[in-house]
């Protein structure tokens, strides 16, 4: 945990991103030290539409398991949007999400 899901323009490089948001996690010091249970993936869209003027986007969806408190979920989104704010971009938005997954609901099984 956590799944990192990266949604972006496609005019941004989808490795580069990926490893900025590894690194945002793994800095939060919330998961395992090695990083061994950061899962990141990334998604590049062609076809978007931001207001009137087509412009850069990146965001990231951040989902963990339930039960962590408000200030643990900020300091996660805090050290990835660091992380993201060194790409270097222009006039591109940035925004960074956490979500619980309900422990109820949720089932794992590696096979």
Same mark, same amino acid.
Do not use: W
């Given at each position: 945990? *956590?799944?990192?899901?990266?949604?972006?323009?496609?005019?941004?490089?989808?490795?580069?991103?990926?490893?900025?948001?590894?690194?945002?996690?793994?800095?939060?010091?919330?998961?395992? *030290? #090695?990083?061994? #249970?950061?899962? !990141?993936?990334?998604?590049? @869209?062609?076809? @978007?539409?931001?207001?009137?003027?087509?412009?850069?986007?990146?965001?990231?969806? &951040?989902?963990?398991?339930?039960?962590?408190? #408000?200030?643990?979920? &900020?300091?996660?989104?805090? /050290?990835?949007?660091?992380?993201?704010? /060194?790409? *270097?971009?222009?006039?591109?938005? &940035?925004? !960074?999400?956490?979500? #619980?997954?309900?422990?109820?609901? @949720?089932?794992?099984?590696?096979?």
């Amino acid at each position: 945990m *956590p799944h990192c899901i990266i949604e972006h323009s496609s005019s941004i490089e989808s490795a580069d991103l990926n490893q900025k948001v590894f690194l945002g996690a793994l800095e939060s010091n919330l998961f395992e *030290p #090695d990083g061994g #249970d950061i899962k !990141v993936r990334s998604i590049a @869209y062609e076809n @978007y539409q931001t207001g009137t003027v087509k412009e850069d986007f990146i965001h990231v969806t &951040l989902r963990i398991l339930s039960g962590r408190n #408000d200030e643990d979920k &900020l300091l996660l989104s805090n /050290s990835v949007m660091f992380q993201l704010i /060194s790409v *270097p971009l222009v006039g591109a938005s &940035l925004t !960074v999400e956490v979500v #619980d997954i309900d422990r109820n609901s @949720y089932s794992k099984q590696v096979v």
